[in-house]
């Protein structure tokens, strides 16, 4: 047998296959957990659909749950970003996810759907971030104000939707919203968003509405904090809602003894109304 030389033992030696690395085996067999998923996946439903065997199916999808799990498929950490109003642990309830157990048994859109019964809760995503981690997102219902009737007060979202409250303050108002404008009429909800948003225009007498009534389905008067009630025209709101401002501003309208403002006859004329017991108290 003839001794290799030097050169040619270098050359085998150089075209060896160099070693896998570590990571080999573990990718290795999280492809074929993969295939072996979706195999299997796909004899559960086809057993899950053939109706004889519907039970057999479902222990089949559960058992290649649980195996995904134990090979490191399992829920580590849940985020939930955009959570301010709504309680933690109701959200974990209806996420319905535990530590421990295997994302893939998690059905993001359902978990969306539940999360979107909750009543600070606009709209949600969950999603998935294999091999371990879920993340939630919310968009959560800001409250505008609230509404007054049936001898209680319920809180308003920018949707004109009541916001559900379980614990109440006694009398009705919802403890920490007391600063939130009141609305009063059946349909006032539906049309606030509009209202607030053309009042704000005038910053420094919009700070002053406290409540906003909804007259005959048609216009709305306005409470300021000072107890004067301010009409407001059907047409040219904002017309009308700039022309008290500028009053306020020149003339200092709102200082004087008067218990009513109407704008409804804008442009020909402005009508006040006297508050008698402010004049009796400044005659004293």
Same mark, same amino acid.
């Given at each position: 047998m003839r001794r290799m030389t030097l050169a040619t033992r270098r050359a085998r030696i150089y075209l060896r296959r160099p070693p896998k690395p570590r990571w080999w085996?573990?990718?290795?067999? &999280? %492809?074929?957990?993969?295939?072996?998923?979706?195999?299997? #996946?796909?004899? !559960? /439903?086809?057993?899950?659909?053939?109706? =004889? +065997?519907?039970?057999?199916? &479902? %222990?089949?999808?559960?058992?290649?749950?649980?195996?995904? #799990?134990?090979? !490191? /498929?399992?829920?580590?950490?849940?985020? =939930? +970003?955009?959570?301010?109003?709504?309680?933690?642990?109701a959200l974990r309830v209806q996420l319905g996810v535990e530590v421990g157990q295997p994302i893939l048994a998690l059905d993001p859109d359902a978990a969306k759907a539940r999360l979107e019964q909750l009543p600070w809760v606009d709209r949600a995503s969950v999603e998935r971030l294999l091999p371990d981690r879920v993340e939630v997102r919310l968009i959560e219902r800001q409250p505008l104000a609230l509404w007054q009737r049936d001898g209680r007060f319920d809180l308003i979202d920018r949707g004109g939707s009541v916001i559900a409250q379980e614990e109440r303050a006694p009398g009705g108002m919802d403890p920490g919203y007391g600063q939130l404008r009141v609305l009063v009429g059946e349909q006032a909800p539906r049309h606030a968003a509009s209202l607030f948003a053309l009042l704000s225009t005038e910053?420094?007498?919009?700070?002053?509405?406290?409540?906003?009534?909804?007259?005959?389905?048609?216009?709305?008067?306005?409470?300021?904090?000072?107890?004067?009630?301010?009409?407001?025209?059907?047409?040219?709101?904002?017309?009308?809602?700039?022309?008290?401002?500028?009053?306020?501003r020149e003339e200092n309208l709102l200082e004087r003894a008067i218990s009513v403002i109407d704008l409804r006859f804008l442009p020909s004329r402005l009508r006040l109304r006297l508050d008698p017991l402010t004049l009796q108290e400044s005659k004293a």
């Amino acid at each position: 047998m003839r001794r290799m030389t030097l050169a040619t033992r270098r050359a085998r030696i150089y075209l060896r296959r160099p070693p896998k690395p570590r990571w080999w085996q573990p990718a290795i067999f &999280a %492809a074929s957990l993969v295939l072996g998923t979706s195999v299997l #996946g796909a004899l !559960g /439903f086809w057993l899950g659909t053939s109706g =004889a +065997a519907a039970h057999a199916g &479902a %222990a089949i999808m559960d058992q290649v749950l649980q195996l995904t #799990g134990r090979a !490191g /498929f399992a829920v580590r950490d849940v985020y =939930a +970003a955009g959570r301010v109003r709504t309680d933690k642990e109701a959200l974990r309830v209806q996420l319905g996810v535990e530590v421990g157990q295997p994302i893939l048994a998690l059905d993001p859109d359902a978990a969306k759907a539940r999360l979107e019964q909750l009543p600070w809760v606009d709209r949600a995503s969950v999603e998935r971030l294999l091999p371990d981690r879920v993340e939630v997102r919310l968009i959560e219902r800001q409250p505008l104000a609230l509404w007054q009737r049936d001898g209680r007060f319920d809180l308003i979202d920018r949707g004109g939707s009541v916001i559900a409250q379980e614990e109440r303050a006694p009398g009705g108002m919802d403890p920490g919203y007391g600063q939130l404008r009141v609305l009063v009429g059946e349909q006032a909800p539906r049309h606030a968003a509009s209202l607030f948003a053309l009042l704000s225009t005038e910053p420094a007498l919009w700070a002053r509405v406290a409540a906003a009534t909804w007259v005959g389905e048609r216009r709305w008067t306005l409470r300021l904090e000072n107890r004067v009630d301010v009409l407001l025209p059907e047409r040219n709101v904002l017309r009308a809602w700039r022309f008290l401002a500028d009053k306020v501003r020149e003339e200092n309208l709102l200082e004087r003894a008067i218990s009513v403002i109407d704008l409804r006859f804008l442009p020909s004329r402005l009508r006040l109304r006297l508050d008698p017991l402010t004049l009796q108290e400044s005659k004293a």
